[in-house]
């Protein structure tokens, strides 16, 4: 259901509005017994009055998980999902939504082989229903290779498609043979094909794959230069769109940005069938100095349309220590780079009219030693979920506007299990939700942007220190157009709460 929420972009960011934050109601539902488990993931199929939830043990081999089906904020049914985990057999059961129908994902490895199949699940009695179809099934060869069949999927814009890119097992000196499926809403396989990349298996990564709606299949790829043709200052990696048919390999294309580097980008398909990339370039390919947007023609992969913005200094300072601030304008005076670095590129959201929104995030992990006075030695590994950064993209492919929403968030040894935010798209507004301390509190607090980049925010839930409560924003997830759910985790129980946007 997640890519559906993107039609929602129709109207957003394309009139103008003052920012205000969203009327959210919060209800709560029923506390969860259910010490050491953790929900992972939150799927919907198109009623509002119901949702399901992915409900596993915190043990990384071993424990229990549960599809769990709520009605209103009550579970109504759950199903065991039986993975195995034991020396020489590792099976694991997945759960994927696609167009309001659950399948069950079974990917099985042992000694000899590593395979994947799908399944269909009744949404009333959390049953697995049909036939058990095979995805792909590898014969693992002895020795030692380099990949042992890996895979990466997507969904298309209105989940009409789904595409599966697979790696077959080889050694890290071959050349990287694929296979790519691409099937139907019902998954129904609509074409195959198997074929060989041109590039070195150890020096190329399938960074995504992408599907339309009428079966077009793009691998975005990065391609590193041989160490010995690398020179200190030159770029030495590349990306290239490879297009892939019925027929195989149909052709590949390099994607530049002439003097800048690509730091990080993301590919995506327009509603018109364009192809359309996003993400942060740099001028010495150290630091992400600006964004960049790309419209290319899917027939030829002409540039259309192309668009470069630098981020400004009060941009780049806005929210620093005084001190930092004065050091970073020190340094873009003396014309050194100050660039934004730790950027995680969050989402690429493609608007019906032709636009896009960019998300990014500041995401920093960090590991310190320290010694005491009898020699103990002890490692703390640091996590920093920071500022959100925020791209709009008009239909003609100019960025008018990079805003950042400032947020600080430092944890140690935990990794970063209440940190980073979750976004939900509400009529002409972005709703960011994050957690804030303010004292010995732990606060969920909503920022709201409208379609000027002015922000507005409150705070959404505080969570009292006895209750020892705190929402996890990696578990939440919005489930209609203006409702999402809220998961929270307790000392003693955990709770679901649903939050309507008026």
Not at 303 to 308: A, G, N, R, V, Y
Not at 442 to 463: E, F, P, T, W, Y
Not at 488 to 494: D, E, P, Q, S, V
Request: include cysteine; charge should be neutral; glycine fraction near 8%.
């Amino acid at each position: 259901m997640k890519t559906k929420f993107a039609v929602l972009l129709t109207m957003l960011f394309a009139i103008s509005s003052m920012a205000q934050v969203d009327d959210m109601n919060v209800t709560w539902g029923e506390k969860i017994q259910a010490r050491k488990k953790l929900v992972t993931d939150i799927l919907y199929t198109g009623n509002s009055s119901e949702f399901y939830a992915i409900n596993s043990s915190v043990k990384m081999f071993g424990g229990e998980k549960y599809l769990e089906k709520y009605e209103g904020l009550s579970k109504s049914n759950e199903k065991e999902l039986e993975n195995e985990y034991r020396r020489g057999i590792y099976s694991l059961i997945n759960i994927l939504e696609l167009n309001d129908n659950l399948y069950a994902l079974n990917s099985v490895k042992t000694k000899e082989k590593k395979s994947l199949s799908v399944q269909g699940i009744d949404q009333n009695s959390l049953q697995f229903s049909g036939s058990k179809d095979m995805i792909y099934n590898f014969k693992l060869t002895k020795g030692r290779n380099y990949s042992n069949g890996e895979y990466v999927s997507s969904i298309s814009q209105k989940e009409e498609k789904i595409v599966y890119a697979i790696e077959h097992p080889g050694n890290r000196e071959s050349k990287a043979i694929m296979t790519v499926k691409v099937f139907d809403d019902n998954f129904e396989l609509q074409w195959k094909s198997k074929f060989t990349l041109p590039y070195d298996r150890g020096l190329s990564n399938i960074e995504s794959v992408n599907v339309s709606d009428d079966g077009k299949v793009y691998l975005l790829t990065q391609v590193w230069k041989e160490k010995k043709e690398r020179e200190r200052k030159e770029r030495n990696y590349d990306y290239y769109i490879n297009v892939v048919t019925e027929d195989g390999l149909e052709s590949k294309h390099k994607l530049e940005l002439k003097d800048n580097y690509i730091r990080e980008l993301k590919l995506n398909i327009a509603s018109n069938g364009d192809l359309i990339c996003g993400g942060f370039y740099s001028k010495e390919g150290f630091r992400s100095d600006g964004v960049f947007f790309m419209q290319l023609d899917a027939s030829d992969f002409t540039i259309e349309q192309e668009s470069l913005k630098e981020f400004g200094l009060d941009f780049l300072t806005d929210g620093m220590s005084d001190r930092k601030a004065a050091k970073t304008k020190k340094r873009a005076n003396k014309g050194k780079g100050v660039g934004l670095a730790n950027v995680d590129f969050r989402d690429f959201i493609v608007k019906e009219d032709g636009g896009a929104v960019l998300v990014g995030e500041y995401v920093r992990i960090y590991t310190t030693t320290s010694t005491d006075a009898n020699g103990n030695t002890t490692t703390t590994t640091h996590y920093n979920y920071d500022d959100i950064y925020v791209i709009n993209i008009n239909p003609e492919g100019g960025i008018e506007w990079a805003e950042k929403i400032q947020k600080y968030q430092h944890t140690a040894n935990d990794g970063g299990f209440y940190s980073s935010f979750f976004m939900s798209i509400n009529d002409d507004n972005l709703n960011f939700m994050f957690n804030v301390r303010e004292g010995r509190e732990m606060i969920l607090h909503a920022v709201s942007m409208d379609g000027n980049g002015k922000q507005n925010s409150r705070d959404l839930i505080s969570i009292n220190k006895k209750e020892r409560i705190r929402i996890r924003p990696k578990s939440c997830e919005q489930i209609s157009d203006f409702e999402f759910i809220l998961f929270a985790i307790g000392k003693k129980y955990n709770q679901f709460a649903r939050v309507t946007v008026d």
